[in-house]
């Protein structure tokens, strides 16, 4: 029985020893998970911190932006109807244009008929006067 005792007893010390071993080996690891946690709980602070401004800006600069798409808009449809305007104003000048190259083209061909006329007029009258004049 004294065997077994013995056997039990160097099996708790070299249990011990191992466990003693295992600690010690990780201390160090130990140590740096403690570290990262607490760069991780900085890091948390700090994104606690300033993700809401960020966040704020940001929904902020996308207000801005719809903002100015929508004056943007406003603007091409502005710039839409003068262009618009600008080519009814065109066509109406074009339309008057027209108007007014026949209107002169009729007043030419009008006052050539009237010459005509006069001068076929006056030749008559001019025939009628000599023949008055040498019947007398």
Known sequence: ????????GLS???????????LIAALP?????ARAARSAEKLFDTLNREFPPTLEAIRLT?????ELSDEINQGVESASSVVKQVD?????VKKQAQQARTSSH??????????KVWNS???KRRFSASRSSRID
């Open 88 to 92: 009814r104003s065109l066509s109406n």
């Open 121 to 123: 007029s006056a030749k």
């Open 12 to 22: 708790l010390f070299l249990v011990a020893i191992s466990l003693t071993a295992v």
């Open 1 to 8: 029985m004294r065997d077994s005792l013995f056997w039990l």
């Open 29 to 33: 690891a130990l140590q740096e998970v």
């Open 62 to 66: 996308g207000l801005e932006i719809s």
């Open 106 to 115: 009729s007043l030419i061909v009008g006052v050539k008929a009237a010459w």
